[in-house]
C-alpha cells in the first residue's frame, strides 16, 4: 500500500518562499514518476509540476514556470517542491501524486494512481 504524506504548507505574503516535502512509503517510488497538482476552491486540480524516476525530466505548467522548482530524493522516498517569488493566484490545496504505471511526465491527474491528503498553502497580498 503507497502512502504519500505532504508537508511544508503554510500562510506566506506574496513574494516568499515555501518549500512542500512530500514523503512516500513502499518499494516503487524510486521507480516512478510523481507530480505535484493543486487545487482551489470552485476550480478543477490542475498539474503544476512533475519529474521523471531518475530526475533527469521535468514538466512545468507555465504559469509557475521559473519561479517553482521540483526534485526528488530516492534515497530518501521524497519528492520536493520548492516555490518561490509565490503569487496571491498560486493559493490553493498542493497535492502530490504517484503514477505507477508508464513513465513519461505526464499532466492529468488521471494518469496517476496514489495521491497524498493534501497541504494548504496560502498566499496573502
Known amino acids: 500500500q503507497v502512502q504519500l504524506v505532504e508537508s511544508g504548507g503554510g500562510l506566506v505574503q506574496a513574494g516568499g518562499s515555501l518549500r512542500l516535502s512530500c514523503a512516500a512509503s513502499?518499494?516503487?517510488?524510486?521507480?516512478?514518476?510523481m507530480g505535484w497538482f493543486r487545487q482551489a476552491p470552485g476550480k478543477e486540480r490542475e498539474f503544476v509540476a512533475g519529474?521523471?524516476?531518475?530526475?533527469?525530466?521535468?514538466n512545468y505548467t507555465d504559469s509557475v514556470k521559473g519561479r517553482f522548482t521540483i526534485s526528488r530524493d530516492n534515497a530518501k522516498n521524497t519528492v520536493y517542491l520548492q516555490m518561490n517569488s509565490l503569487k496571491p493566484e498560486d493559493t490553493a490545496v498542493y497535492y502530490c501524486?504517484?503514477?505507477?504505471?508508464?513513465?513519461?511526465?505526464?499532466?492529468?491527474?488521471?494518469?496517476?494512481?496514489?495521491w497524498g491528503q493534501g497541504t494548504q498553502v496560502t498566499v496573502s497580498s
Open positions: 513502499g518499494r516503487t517510488f524510486s521507480t516512478s514518476t
Open positions: 519529474i521523471s524516476w531518475t530526475g533527469g525530466v521535468t
Open positions: 501524486a504517484k503514477r505507477s504505471f508508464g513513465s513519461r511526465v505526464v499532466i492529468y491527474p488521471r494518469e496517476y494512481n496514489n
